[in-house]
C-alpha cells in the first residue's frame, strides 16, 4: 500500500465513451503525475501538477483531458479514445517535483 | 530531452546469484530514481539517489555522477526478486520522470 489509490482499477470502453480516471493521494504531497506504460513500450510522462497547477503536458492527445481540484486527487477525462490508447495508466504523487515518487496501482484501460 | 538507456533488457539468473543492472543517462538530472514492478503493474520506488550510494538490505545502488551512470546491484538473489526493474531520471529541465526500458529479471530457484 503506497498511499495512493487508483480507480477503476480495470476500464474497457468503447471509442465514442467517455470515462474518467480518478487518482487520490493520501500522502500530503503537493505533485502529482499521470504515466501511461504501453505494450512493450518504456512508461512515459503524460501530465504534472504541482500545486494544483499543471506544470506539464508531454504533447498528449487532447482527447485525454486531466484535471486537479486539491492536491490530493487528480483525474484524466477520456472521450474518443482509439484502440491504440489501451495501455496501464499510472497515477504518482511526490512532496515536490523533483521528491521520490511513490505510484498507484494503476488503471488497465481497454479501447475496443 | 534525457535519453535514459538501461541494460540487460532481459536476466535470468540462479538463486543466490550476485545482480547488476546498469543506467546511463545523457543530460544533467536532479536525482535517479531505481523502482520495481511486479506483474499486475503495480511500482514501487526503491531507491532515489543524486550521489554516492545506497543501501537496503540486500539491495545497493550506486551513481557517477560524472560519467552520468547508475547500477542496481542485488546481493544474494532469491526468486521473490523476480520483477521489472526500472531506472528513471528526474529533473534535466522537466518535471516528471524520464525511463529506461526496464530490465526484467528472473531469478530460478
Known amino acids: 500500500e503506497t498511499g495512493v489509490t487508483q480507480t477503476p482499477r480495470h476500464l474497457v470502453m468503447g471509442m465514442t465513451n467517455k470515462k474518467s480516471l480518478k487518482c487520490e493521494q493520501h500522502?500530503?504531497?503537493?505533485?502529482m503525475y499521470w504515466y501511461k506504460q504501453s505494450a512493450k513500450k518504456p512508461l512515459e510522462l503524460m501530465f504534472v501538477?504541482?500545486?494544483?497547477?499543471?506544470?506539464e503536458n508531454n504533447s498528449v492527445p487532447s482527447r485525454f483531458s486531466p484535471e486537479c481540484p486539491n492536491s490530493s486527487h487528480l483525474f484524466l477525462h477520456l472521450h474518443t479514445l482509439q484502440p491504440e490508447d489501451s495501455a496501464l495508466y499510472l497515477c504518482?504523487?511526490?512532496?515536490?517535483?523533483?521528491?521520490?515518487?511513490?505510484f498507484g496501482p494503476g488503471t488497465r484501460l481497454t479501447v475496443t | 530531452k534525457n535519453e535514459v538507456e538501461q541494460s540487460p533488457q532481459n536476466l535470468t539468473a540462479q538463486e543466490g546469484e550476485f545482480i547488476t543492472i546498469n543506467c546511463s543517462y545523457s543530460?544533467?538530472?536532479?536525482?535517479l530514481h531505481w523502482l520495481q514492478q511486479h506483474p499486475g503493474g503495480g511500482i514501487v520506488s526503491l531507491f532515489m539517489?543524486?550521489?554516492g550510494k545506497k543501501k537496503h538490505g540486500r539491495l545497493i545502488a550506486t551513481i557517477n555522477i560524472q560519467e552520468k551512470h547508475s547500477s542496481l546491484h542485488i546481493t544474494a538473489s532469491h526468486p521473490r526478486d523476480s520483477a521489472v526493474y526500472i531506472c528513471?531520471?528526474?529533473?534535466?529541465?522537466?518535471?516528471?520522470?524520464?525511463f529506461g526500458k526496464g530490465t526484467h529479471l528472473i531469478i530460478q530457484p
Open positions: 528513471a531520471a528526474s529533473g534535466g529541465g522537466a518535471d516528471g520522470l524520464t
Open positions: 501538477y504541482n500545486f494544483k497547477e499543471q506544470t
Open positions: 539517489l543524486s550521489s
Open positions: 504518482a504523487s511526490s512532496w515536490d517535483r523533483v521528491g521520490e515518487q511513490y
Open positions: 543530460v544533467g538530472i536532479s536525482a
Open positions: 500522502l500530503g504531497h503537493n505533485a
